[in-house]
């Protein structure tokens, strides 16, 4: 299981470019072009920080999406026992 990461951290002392040694643990195509740009021009701490933003903003959507999928489930939860309720109360009055 150890392994797989270790063979990859043995790249970085093949002196492999940044964004191929993250390419190769598995992150975005987005993330590694972005650092193979930042390699490129030379500027890899903006590169950096424009990554972070991109990965907190991808966190918080997904956040979102989350809290929006769990607010539906109990929707649907609470409206379907509210919806039992009231057949219960039209058999009890029959």
């Given amino acids: 299981m150890l392994e797989k990461p270790v063979e990859k ?3 970085v002392s ?6 191929d040694i993250m390419a190769k643990f598995s992150f975005s ?5 972005q650092l193979s740009l930042a ?14 933003e991109y990965l907190e ?6 956040e ?3 809290r929006s999928g769990d607010l539906s489930i ?5 409206s379907s026992v509210y919806y ?3 057949a219960q109360l039209i058999c009890y009055r029959s």
Avoid: C
């Fill in 9 to 11: 951290m043995k790249e």
């Fill in 14 to 19: 093949n002196r492999k470019a940044f964004s």
């Fill in 29 to 33: 195509d987005n993330v590694v072009t």
């Fill in 39 to 52: 390699e490129l021009h030379g500027n890899l701490s903006l590169g950096l920080s424009k990554i972070e």
């Fill in 57 to 62: 903003n991808i966190s918080k959507s997904q």
């Fill in 64 to 66: 979102k999406v989350n």
């Fill in 74 to 78: 109990y929707f649907i939860h609470f």
């Fill in 84 to 86: 039992v309720r009231i």
